[in-house]
């Protein structure tokens, strides 16, 4: 079962940058590995993840499947306003997975 | 009816020597589930174009002695103001020996705050990785950084 780990401040000065730490758990199945019967595993892995800051695109990113098992990705943004970030996350097989996480700007 | 079959060994034998002696024909191996370099200028034209990529502006943190290759942390960071005129664009990161040349594209804008991304990757060999970074002028920069990986991410593992 699908679950994400998201690391956003709860609070923060307007104005102040701030790191987000994401983490979906996820095989990453690299299509390149092969069974005992010789038969290549077909390839599952999350192509794209984004994050949205009260419903403007911040941070977007293309994954291959040289990005490791359970993708962790971080990145800044600029603590604007107080509201919602969304995370989306988006594969193969149609996996899908979103969350969420709100922040308090002062 | 040997005969033929005979004469083209020692053909064969014969131009094999002579191979051997000229000495100066390079190997060449099949090596399918591998990026080649040429996969890796390849992959980097698709997302510069024509546009001259300058070295410099960009850090690539990554251990440069990898025991495990099947995650290695990477931070990728770009020397930029990140105002509404100045930032960075995105960060794209490639490698030479892994099956597929590309690793990550990820998209960045002013309200990034600062240029800098973190993941974990895979790595199949010990290789050279390529960072470059897209201001929003248009000009690219990159680093690049040799790695050594002790246990690779096995591509041909069997499970």
Request: aromatic share 8%.
């Amino acid at each position: 079962m699908a679950s994400a780990l998201i690391n956003v401040p709860a609070k923060a000065k307007r104005g102040d940058i701030i790191e987000i730490k994401t983490l979906m758990s996820h095989i990453m199945e690299t299509g390149y590995r092969r069974t005992a019967t010789g038969e290549l595993i077909p390839r599952d892995i999350i192509t794209s993840f984004t994050c949205r800051y009260n419903g403007v695109e911040i941070f977007r990113a293309d994954l291959f499947p040289a990005i490791a098992a359970n993708p962790f990705i971080t990145f800044f943004t600029v603590a604007a306003e107080s509201g919602k970030f969304d995370f989306d996350w988006i594969g193969d097989n149609g996996f899908t997975e979103s969350a969420s996480a709100s922040i308090a700007v002062e | 009816m040997r005969e033929p079959d005979i004469s083209t060994r020692r053909q064969f034998l014969g131009l094999a020597g002579g191979v051997a002696a000229l000495g100066a024909v390079p190997m060449v191996t099949l090596r399918p589930a591998e990026a080649t370099p040429a996969m890796l200028a390849t992959a980097i034209r698709s997302v510069v174009g024509t546009a001259m990529v300058r070295t410099g502006k960009v850090k690539l943190d990554i251990p440069p002695l990898v025991e495990n290759g099947n995650t290695v942390p990477m931070t990728v960071s770009v020397l930029s103001p990140m105002t509404a005129e100045d930032y960075v664009k995105s960060i794209h990161v490639f490698n030479e020996k892994n099956p597929q040349p590309n690793i990550g594209n990820f998209y960045l804008g002013p309200r990034a705050g600062r240029g800098q991304i973190s993941t974990r990757i895979r790595l199949a060999d010990s290789q050279k990785i390529v960072a470059i970074a897209q201001l929003s002028d248009g000009s690219f920069w990159s680093a690049s950084v040799d790695v050594v990986v002790t246990l690779a991410a096995c591509t041909d593992e069997v499970i």
